[in-house]
């Protein structure tokens, strides 16, 4: 088939960005396995998660069935301030490759939380407001989407409580920066402010903090504060929703152009940038019209899929949050401080969890000396210094380019270059001063994790 | 008459970005001052120039004939990695300020050195491959030049030696790293490498440098060594020649929706960015065909234009550069340590300067307290962090809408924003925390600084 010339980047019309979200789940034939609550072990319904989520999102969460989401006006009309964002033809990398494969990616970089979480962000933001709510309260790790929900926020007005892991707000102060220039408040985590906060510095004193505790913090504040709700960046089925627009914006890109991606890529952490960016392939695969090869790219220190177990654990360190059937390295399992970027979470997403499960995606992991010689290979023939996350995609994606110069093979890849590394420069000089390395967790130390793990044996699903 | 509708971002097709440059020169009746030899006050031969700059751009320094010079195929195939940059219309920013006139901004922040700058980086860096250097020498002061140097250098594989002002240096070891993870080498200036760094450094022992001196380190290094030749960021008529770019395609854009600015507006250091996005508009006016107000901010710390003097200075503190006819504080002026931007160059392009004399554009000034108060202000509706160097133009436009807002009239406003702010985090903490002031030179300060001002009565021109 004869190709319209490619351009360099491929953007949409604004009238083109997506108008509905895609929701994967309406083509799964086995449903992500619902929430369940701790105590009784029975799924969550939407009345019990209203404490915790806005109203619109607990139904979000739960709505298996609508393929088609509509995107209200006013998160279309935010959308359209940094959206649609482009499709990159890396014809640079390609030659530095020297491959005969097509290498394409999506760039969610180009908006000031310099990721993809902004489309999930303005989301939950909306549907706060909606709710005629006064804030919200989330924690972040690496900071995206910490300073993606402060955008949001301030853009509709509400306030925006951000727990932030003690390690990053001291070691990144800018990102903090960021995050108050857009009126957020900021707390390091564990904090005085929570009795889960107190709770965790009581029982590990010098403890720099991770995801999981500033999670049950911001889930304690969310919870016991008039007009808060909780939100959450990653894992969850709303935020795969929101973050399928990469996909179907993707999707549309390529098809006006008639390429046909053979491997799609996409790095996981949560899964959010993953599960959004397949989302609509993953649609035509379950449903057996077209046939990808999807791959998940983890880093080797946190390897949720890799060597997870898939059962019901906990979100959090302190226990404070519903339980999620995914692979799971523990809820007490923290990746080695060394690690340089996010990813850092011991779970992963249900839906892509089950869809894993049954193989309809594969899995690989990234040490980071590798990607980080991999971002820097990229940095300089494309221009783009990617966000460490991002650049676990882009190790996978070149390594599947110099298996098709070995083969001869002309394959399309996709990957999804989810964010910019503008507040990684720490790790960036690590690797530039040759001083970085990785810690891959032994098989005891995975086995340490896995105790933790609840044990729910009389779940039937 | 009526308009199409406009759309959030304005997005030339690949195929639209400019072919060529637009030399505004061509257009002025008296064209701006040659640069002359310090010793001998007689204009700068190209050859002369030789030594210091690229062979082809001594030719595009002296051209002041031709208006449509073309962009080389390899300078057009990197602008397709990040341009066509959008022209935006800042919807949201006029809703807050609930005024009748229409807000645009040139967004040239979506790349990864930040800013414009990288549109004549990689010019330079081209024109140096082509006559077979080995590399090239630069100073950076706020470092956005650096980074977009450093880039453009790693795509052609040029070797690249930065002088970075020493406080920035310390102060920004972010910037710093990512000109390492291109690949440059970064030297803080004054250092003891160069025989005026180290002259500079036993008169004044404990300076954090400046960008006169940093400039006077590139330069000697560029002429001592063998395959090497210097580049400046800004202040050049080829800088602005390259920057040109800008304005072709907000012109484009602008026109293809039948949009006609009333009042241009860019913030002013060099006059890169400014001079860069007038060029085609102010050819229009050179020539009587339309009228359009053009204003350029400077910072009030640093007010070439407002309370400079308009004859031939130095460009560096050491005194090895030409001498340039600008608007000018004098070489050894140094604005206050506590500005936290750039801007901060003693002198103006003299292309600038001699349409200034002439007094088709106008200038302000912008405290810098008020510029962080409407980078604030812009980045919580439009969403992107502007850098202060382009939160000086912010101040204005909205200082404009404000004025329109008074009388009811809607004019079409068009400024520059140039860069984002990612790195300037530590000036926002300070504004963030109320901390921050500006130094207003007084006039006995700018009489000290203009008593280094040679003297040049014997020059004709």
Redesign the interface.
């Known amino acids: 088939m004869s190709e319209k010339e490619i351009?360099?980047?491929i953007?949409l019309?604004?009238?083109e960005i997506p108008k509905t979200w895609y929701n994967v789940r309406a083509d799964m034939k086995n449903k992500p396995a619902p929430l369940i609550h701790p105590g009784t072990h029975k799924p969550l319904s939407a009345e019990e998660m209203e404490p915790i989520f806005c109203r619109e999102l607990c139904e979000q969460e739960l709505d298996n069935d609508t393929r088609f989401i509509p995107i209200p006006e006013e998160i279309q009309d935010?959308y359209?301030?940094?959206r649609p964002s482009p499709v990159v033809r890396a014809y640079?990398l390609e030659k530095k490759l020297d491959t005969p494969a097509h290498i394409y990616y999506k760039f969610e970089g180009?908006?000031?939380s310099?990721s993809h979480k902004l489309n999930s962000a303005i989301a939950q933001a909306y549907y706060a407001k909606k709710q005629g709510l006064k804030g919200v309260t989330t924690e972040t790790g690496a900071g995206q989407w910490g300073t993606a929900l402060s955008?949001a926020c301030?853009?509709f007005g509400l306030d925006c409580k951000v727990f932030m892991v003690k390690v990053s707000y001291e070691q990144k102060?800018?990102r903090r920066?960021?995050m108050?220039?857009?009126?957020a408040s900021v707390t390091p985590s564990p904090s005085e402010t929570t009795e889960v906060g107190r709770k965790i510095l009581e029982e590990f004193p010098g403890t720099t903090g991770s995801l999981g505790c500033a999670i049950s913090e911001a889930v304690e504040v969310a919870t016991h504060t008039e007009g808060y709700r909780y939100v959450l960046g990653s894992v969850l089925n709303q935020v795969l929703l929101h973050q399928s627009v990469i996909g179907v914006e993707a999707k549309t890109a390529l098809d006006d152009y008639g390429v046909v991606p053979d491997i799609i890529i996409g790095c996981a952490g949560g899964g959010s940038n993953l599960g959004g960016l397949i989302s609509p392939f993953m649609g035509e695969k379950l449903r057996g019209e077209k046939d990808y090869e999807i791959i998940a790219v983890e880093p080797a220190s946190c390897p949720s899929f890799t060597r997870g177990k898939f059962t019901y654990d906990f979100c959090d360190t302190g226990h404070v949050t519903p339980l999620a059937k995914m692979y799971t390295l523990g809820s007490e399992f923290i990746p080695s401080a060394n690690h340089a970027g996010g990813l850092r979470f011991h779970g992963m997403s249900p839906v892509l969890s089950q869809l894993y499960d049954e193989g309809y995606m594969k899995a690989v992991t990234a040490e980071q000396t590798d990607v980080f010689k991999a971002a820097?290979e990229f940095?300089?023939?494309?221009?783009?210094?990617p966000a460490p996350e991002s650049s676990h995609a882009i190790k996978a994606a070149i390594d599947e380019a110099l298996k098709c110069k070995e083969t001869g093979e002309s394959k399309n890849i996709l990957f999804g270059l989810t964010g910019?590394g503008?507040?990684d420069?720490?790790a960036?000089?690590k690797f530039?001063d040759g001083q970085m390395e990785d810690h891959i967790p032994t098989d005891s130390e995975l086995e340490a994790g896995f105790k933790n793990i609840p044990d729910t044996s009389d779940v039937q699903f």
Chains 1, 2 share one sequence.
């Open positions: 351009p360099y980047k953007y019309r604004e009238d935010f359209k301030m940094y640079c180009n908006n000031t310099g955008m301030a853009y102060p800018f920066e960021v108050r220039t857009y009126g820097t940095a300089r023939v494309e221009g783009i210094l910019t503008y507040f420069m720490v960036y000089q530039n």
